[in-house]
């Protein structure tokens, strides 16, 4: 779905128009929308211990920030449910995309806009059934 700007130009006639959405306006490509809809959809259908200790819905996930060697402790949500302030993230940020299916061992990199981190995961607990899905 496009994003539109709600600025409108007065028409001479004294018509509102919609004003045309600027040129660095990013549309999210078919591609980066079908992967993330295939992480979403993978995310959901993964059944409690089919992937065993690999990141899915649910699971709390223990991480070690690379540059401030912080550990943080998350567990990956659907969008609704996400609150980050209590530690729960939305499969679909950029750090949920790439947490899900991830294992003990495995290193995450997030990049956004011109800031990137490193992330290691150092532990994955499975999802209690009742939040899961």
């Known amino acids: ?27 999210p490509k078919r591609a980066e929308v079908r992967q993330a809809l295939n992480q979403v959809e993978r995310a959901y ?6 992937l065993p200790r690999r990141v899915r819905l649910g699971c709390r996930v223990t991480l070690l920030e690379r540059e ?7 567990v990956v949500t659907r969008p609704a449910d996400s609150d980050p302030e209590r530690g729960r993230i939305s499969c679909l940020s950029p750090l949920g995309r790439g947490l ?3 294992e003990p061992g495995d290193v995450v990199d997030v990049a956004l806009n011109n800031l990137s981190s490193r992330f290691y ?10 939040e899961a899905l």
């Open 100 to 102: 899900i299916g991830a």
């Open 1 to 27: 779905m496009a994003r539109t700007h709600v600025v409108s130009l007065l028409h001479p006639g004294g018509d509102c128009i919609p004003a045309p959405a600027p040129k660095s306006a990013r549309t």
């Open 121 to 130: 995961v150092l532990h994955v607990d499975p999802a209690p059934d009742k």
């Open 68 to 74: 401030s060697m912080e550990q943080i402790a998350l």
């Open 45 to 50: 259908r993964a059944k409690r211990g089919s």
